[in-house]
């Protein structure tokens, strides 16, 4: 694990992902008053922060510098350790079934900040 870094779910999932999935719930219409208060829970999959750090090394070389330092820590925890979330309503509610990877999720949500970033330094 990264040093200092707080404890979280290695859970992920794609904003673009969120946004079919409103969509969808918005196509579904509302829902029989038994399944009314399901939530809907959508997880992608799960990825632990140094396989992140190490892979926007490797496709963002750009931002490197600013990436935290892997070294001196702990190693890392399995994926396995942590609680694994129920998705079967995003499955039978919504019909979500595929989701895009990680490394499109987070290279995306990085790009992301970097362009918010680079206009603050513009103002």
Same mark, same amino acid.
């Given at each position: ?11 992920? $999932? ?8 409103? +969509? &969808?719930? =918005? ?6 008053? @038994?399944? %009314? ?5 959508? $997880? ?8 992140? +750090? &190490?892979? =926007? ?6 931002? @490197?510098? %600013? ?57």
């Amino acid at each position: 694990m990264i040093p200092n870094a707080p404890p979280f779910s290695p859970n992920y $999932v794609h904003v673009a992902d969120v946004a079919r999935a409103h +969509v &969808a719930a =918005l196509r579904v219409g509302p829902l029989d008053p @038994r399944r %009314r208060r399901k939530r809907v829970l959508l $997880v992608a999959g799960y990825v632990l922060w140094p396989e992140v +750090v &190490a892979h =926007l090394s490797e496709a963002m070389p750009g931002i @490197r510098e %600013r990436l935290p330092s892997l070294a001196g820590g702990p190693g890392p925890r399995q994926v396995s350790s942590f609680a694994r979330l129920e998705t079967r309503n995003a499955r039978e509610i919504l019909g979500i079934e595929e989701y895009k990877g990680w490394k499109e999720a987070i290279e995306d949500a990085v790009k992301d900040m970097l362009r918010v970033e680079s206009r603050m330094t513009d103002l």
